[in-house]
């Protein structure tokens, strides 16, 4: 039963619906075209992303090899969250100052019901053809996918030696007051919520099982966190042995750490999460629109999309994507064809009408 649990559409921090792009492939060649050396000097475009690991390595592989390969300069603009970037659109409305911005999907879903984002000419950005079109848009087509930020299982590795299989391992009793659980306002404890549900026999329009069984979490966890250095030095001193549902990204300092006894895992039967986030343009942008494509574009370049996926662990949406054999070796970065066969996106327009409703009733499951 896990096409019928999982196999929907969701985002991350808040839930989108996806909508399908026109695949470049399917445009006269005359309109396919590739950003050139030098091709938009004197040009320049604002970029606004996260301050984080993730907007670092956007900088490095993303804004500076597009300075370098077409000549146009690119500000960076680096901010603490997804809706730090919201309230700075927001309020810069009236005279936008930002060509591109790079954030979650609710933030792209928040600006564009707000009516602030262009629609992307999808025909000027040719990669998008060799993107899986669930991948290709979003936020009612404001909204150009950009990488997948994937959800999973974290693990003590002195108590698995081999990564477990399933997400069951949170009700094994051999666990008990041994694992962390998401806190109810996260989106982990939806996806959690969905796991136990599919564990328990219900389906979307029968959640009370899945309820039921989270119910047995109770007095079971010994923290309900997301607090990435908090989880990751219980699994330190090794008083955890499990969390879920959470992400291997949140912990990449600390994995390859042996000391913090923990790794992560998306090869589970139950699949593993996904979140799509988005490159969105600003109405009334500033910058030369040519540009801003060719930009939006360059983030999808094969060789680029390879490039962050190394560095950040970042689930690639090219499938042409280049991995270096050190990233196909590497469990943590979901390859094109693992996404495409493993991964499970949920329905940003149903988790949106119950996420109040599930978040209570998660709250007195596990609290």
């Not at 992307?120 to 998008?128: E, G, Q």
């Not at 962390?180 to 996260?186: F, G």
């Not at 908090?230 to 992400?247: C, G, H, K, T, Y």
């Not at 750490?257 to 090869?267: A, H, L, R, V």
């Amino acid at each position: 039963m896990i096409e019928k649990i999982f196999n929907i559409r969701v985002g991350r921090r808040r839930f989108l619906a996806g909508s399908a792009a026109i695949a470049a492939s399917a445009l006269p060649s005359p309109l396919i075209k590739s950003a050139s050396a030098q091709e938009f000097a004197g040009k320049q475009i604002r970029v606004l992303t996260w301050s984080d690991a993730t907007g670092q390595a956007a900088v490095k592989n993303i804004m500076k090899t597009f300075e370098a390969k077409t000549g146009a300069k690119v500000i960076a603009d680096l901010t603490g969250t997804t809706s730090d970037m919201i309230a700075k659109i927001k309020a810069s409305a009236s005279k936008p100052q930002f060509d591109v911005v790079i954030l979650s999907g609710f933030g792209a879903d928040a600006l564009s019901e707000a009516g602030l984002l262009e629609k992307p000419d999808t025909s000027a950005i040719a990669n998008l053809s060799r993107v899986d079109s669930k991948y290709q848009t979003g936020a009612n087509g404001h909204g150009i996918g950009y990488f997948l930020w994937s959800d999973g299982l974290i693990y003590n590795t002195k108590h698995y030696p081999t990564p477990p299989k399933s997400y069951d391992v949170i009700w094994d009793p051999a666990n008990d007051g041994k694992i962390v659980l998401p806190t109810p306002d996260n989106l982990n404890a939806l996806e959690l919520i969905m796991v136990a549900v599919k564990a328990a026999g219900g389906d979307l329009k029968n959640p009370d099982p899945g309820f039921e069984l989270l119910k047995k979490l109770k007095g079971k966890s010994l923290a309900i966190a997301t607090n990435s250095n908090q989880i990751a030095d219980l699994f330190r001193s090794d008083a955890v042995n499990a969390a879920a549902v959470m992400s291997p990204l949140q912990f990449s300092t600390f994995i390859p750490k042996p000391e913090f006894n923990i790794s992560g895992t998306y090869d589970l039967t139950e699949g593993f999460f996904v979140d799509l986030q988005y490159m969105v343009v600003p109405k009334g942008h500033p910058g030369d629109a040519a540009t801003v494509n060719a930009f939006l574009n360059h983030a999808l370049d094969p060789v680029v999309q390879g490039k962050m996926a190394e560095e950040v662990w970042y689930g690639p949406i090219n499938q042409d994507a280049i991995l270096s054999d050190k990233a196909k070796k590497s469990p943590f970065i979901p390859s094109p064809e693992v996404i495409k066969e493993r991964a499970n996106r949920l329905d940003s327009g149903f988790l949106a009408s119950v996420r109040e409703d599930w978040i209570q009733r998660y709250t007195d499951a596990v609290m």
